[in-house]
């Protein structure tokens, strides 16, 4: 498909992931939920630009501003409303110079995040979807996980600017270890002193 109308599939949409065709095309998947996957031959950066601009939303300056908030330089959740807010998470090993590697996957679709071997030498992370979808990826939980912490900060910030108010969602991913969970997160029983100070910072992965 060359054109993708987000202004129809948004409500599904749980993901782009960058990936390459069987025919060497640098595309992406657009994973929906309960729905086939979607291909587009055009980048992950260029579809999630285009998702932003169908809720009139200019990807650069949406950066810009939340990664004031978070204090992430890279990696930057983008808050677009309620519902879609989209988590970059490392997806791949690139093949070449600007080929992509990072998805942007929808936070409320996100059902259960764990730690998993990619391979003998990397850790990654399992993402399971509400559908029950999966996606394994070579991104390490405990930087997912200081995603979605980031991801708290700009969804406070995006309802201040919006004026969506208290219809932003808190988070609902279910996280093993479970005393890791966000400190927010209602699923689970949270003891302060043990989590690690270092919660309040966002360090990048790489």
Known sequence: ?????????????????????????????????????????????????????????DLQVARRAFSRVCGRCYAIPVAIRP????????????????AGTR?????????ELLPERTNSR??????????????????????????????????QEAA???GYGSSWSDCQVRERPPELCSKKCPLGDHDDSSRNKSDNHFPEEE
Do not use: C
């Open 1 to 57: 498909m060359s054109k993708v109308e987000f202004g129809k599939i948004w409500p599904q949409v749980m993901g782009l992931v960058p990936v390459y065709s069987a025919g060497g095309i640098n595309g992406t998947n657009i994973l929906l939920e309960n729905s086939p996957t979607l291909f587009s031959p055009f980048k992950t950066k260029t579809l999630l630009a285009q998702l932003t601009r169908t809720f009139l939303i």
């Open 160 to 162: 201040k600017i919006q």
């Open 103 to 111: 998805a942007y996957l929808t936070k409320d679709k996100i059902r």
């Open 83 to 98: 519902g879609l807010v989209m988590l970059p998470v490392r997806a791949r090993e690139a093949r070449f110079k600007d």
């Open 122 to 155: 990397q850790s990654g992370t399992r993402i399971i979807f509400h559908d029950d979808t999966t996606l394994l990826v070579p991104h390490r939980w405990s930087n997912i996980r200081e995603i979605m912490l980031a991801a708290e900060l700009v969804e």
